[in-house]
């Protein structure tokens, strides 16, 4: 059972360099979304989506973009890195709009920028 | 904005001891109001909770929401090191979905044995 996967798990980047985080989930999955979760803070909506070449803005955009070209896979990118984009990276997925207890998450990406 | 808060933050206490956890928030309507435990990686979900009044129950936790005073708690009894992860909770605003979730800070729980 893959469920949503991640990659990478840990990556170090430079400030100013471009890196891509990918999301792959294998449950037909309308919803997908990008979180981050910082110390003290939570997880906050970076970005979602609501289906193949749907994508909207959440909370924390600035700094990242996302495509979704097929219902499995959902990338964020980073533009060009910057230390306030320390954090860790959670995608999840979900069937749609009245899922709220079916929410898969991903187990994390944690990405340092220096 | 909506704006859920956790409280506490942080909570230490021996194996045995019941807990009370916190979730307030100020959201002006929502389809239903989710807690979760994550532990080292990603959330797990324990309840989602859509009716004022009605207590949910999962073994050692339950959790009640509160529409009127706009807040809901998470109660583990008989605590176990098990139980030590960070609680988050969550309300799923209504019409942007469920992927526009707004967590609270989370409250890290410590059991100690």
């Known amino acids: 059972n893959a469920g949503v996967t991640q990659t990478p798990k840990f990556q170090v980047l430079k400030t100013g360099q471009s890196m891509t985080l990918q999301c792959a989930q294998d449950m037909n999955h309308e919803y997908m979304s990008w979180y981050r979760q910082d110390p003290g803070m939570g997880l906050r909506l970076i970005h979602y989506s609501v289906g193949a070449g749907i994508t909207d803005q959440g909370e924390v955009p600035n700094g990242y973009n996302v495509s979704r070209s097929t219902t499995e896979d959902f990338p964020l990118r980073l533009l060009s890195a910057a230390p306030s984009q320390t954090s860790v990276y959670f995608c999840?997925?979900?069937?749609?709009?009245?899922?709220?207890?079916?929410?898969?998450f991903g187990e994390g990406s944690w990405l340092t920028v220096v | 904005e909506d704006k859920v808060v956790q409280s506490p933050l942080s909570l230490v206490v021996h194996e045995g001891d019941t807990v009370t956890l916190n979730c307030s928030y100020e959201?002006?309507?929502?389809?239903?109001l989710l807690w979760y435990k994550q532990e080292k990686k990603a959330p797990t979900f324990l309840f989602m909770l859509t009716s004022s009044g009605i207590e949910k129950k999962s073994g050692r936790l339950s959790s009640i929401l509160d529409k009127k005073e706009l807040f809901s708690i998470l109660n583990i009894t008989a605590t176990q090191t098990g139980d030590s992860a960070i609680y988050l909770c969550a309300v799923d605003p209504p019409i942007q979905g469920a992927q526009k979730l707004v967590f609270g800070q989370g409250t890290r729980l410590t059991i100690n044995p």
């Open positions: 999840a997925s979900s069937r749609g709009k009245n899922s709220g207890n079916t929410i898969y």
């Open positions: 959201v002006t309507n929502f389809r239903s």
